[in-house]
């Protein structure tokens, strides 16, 4: 069965970095798109981040373009997601989803991805 599994989230200080991994398994991954998802307390689970099947597409929530950046590495069956400049709204569970597609888009809507990791904690001090 399909597998998605992030690490990395731990509790880190304002201005610092992390990067999320989430290792996929049980899936062509090359066929998905990918994307990151965050939810904070209280609040509906919103897109971070998406990339398309090759890595040449990729798209941002306004509020980390320019800090997060995301990647994929087909051979390794692992996208990422570099977090830079972190920041206490930051703070949120960070889901890895996947997107069955013969496309090479990267903008997909939370209802569309097939299947999805079960979190990592993110919480970034002030």
């Known amino acids: 069965q399909v597998q998605l599994v992030e690490s990395g989230g731990r509790l880190v200080q304002a201005g610092g970095s992390l990067r999320l991994s989430c290792a996929a398994s049980?899936?062509?991954?090359?066929?998905?798109?990918m994307g990151w998802f965050r939810q904070a307390p209280g609040k509906k689970r919103d897109i971070v981040a998406g990339?398309?099947?090759?890595?040449?597409?990729?798209n941002y929530e306004d509020s980390v373009k320019g800090r997060f950046t995301i990647s994929r590495d087909n051979a390794k069956n692992t996208v990422y997601l570099q977090m830079n400049s972190l920041k206490p709204e930051d703070t949120a569970v960070y889901f890895c989803?996947?997107?069955?597609?013969?496309?090479?888009?990267?903008?997909?809507?939370?209802?569309?991805?097939?299947?999805w990791g079960q979190g990592t904690q993110v919480t970034v001090s002030s």
């Open positions: 049980g899936l062509t991954f090359s066929r998905y798109a």
């Open positions: 990339i398309s099947r090759g890595g040449s597409r990729t």
């Open positions: 989803a996947a997107k069955s597609t013969l496309y090479d888009y990267s903008a997909y809507a939370t209802s569309e991805y097939d299947y």
